[in-house]
């Protein structure tokens, strides 16, 4: 919300009779506004031409203080970012090289936790436009097997 409304703020004790004006407020000062204490640090390009025009000579600014919370806020971002970032990859160039090429793998999936122990074909399809792939399951004539178009949809593998 709002801290101070724009009005006359009387100056901290003993000259609360007194009011802040424009000469006491400079770089690298610190003004006690109803009992709260702030460091101006730096202004504008505008109030830096309006002070010097005043006749008021400017302070050097300094650097912001360090603020706890900033910092660790900034850790836990930084924790999150990922340690190799993902380079972006002109992926419509790619789509227009190699669209409608395709790699095909025959693969055999060997599971000893089946019922049957009985080895399946696979065909795996690298597509090269989009790097993608799709699993198809080759079933023999008769297998006892229910026929199901794909094994694995059609969608990129994470690494």
């Known amino acids: 919300g709002t ?16 009011f802040y004006t424009i000469d006491h407020f400079n770089i690298n000062i610190e003004v006690i506004l109803y009992a709260r204490r702030y460091k101006i640090i730096d202004c504008d390009q505008f109030t830096k031409n309006f002070l010097r025009k005043m006749g008021v000579r400017l302070n050097p600014p300094v650097d912001r203080p360090d603020d706890p919370y900033t910092k660790e806020r900034q850790k836990i971002l930084d924790s999150r970012k990922p340690l190799r970032p993902y380079e972006r990859i002109d992926t419509l160039k790619q789509f227009l ?16 936790e089946s019922m049957f122990h009985d080895p399946r074909e696979l065909v795996l399809h690298y597509y090269l436009s989009d790097d993608t792939i799709d699993i198809k399951e080759i079933i023999p004539v008769n297998s006892g097997r229910d026929a199901v178009p794909l094994f694995l949809r059609r969608d990129k593998l994470p690494k």
């Open 3 to 18: 801290i101070v409304r724009r009005h006359r703020i009387p100056l901290p004790p003993p000259h609360e009779d007194q």
């Open 97 to 112: 090289e190699h669209d409608g090429q395709v790699l095909r793998f025959f693969c055999v999936w060997d599971d000893p």
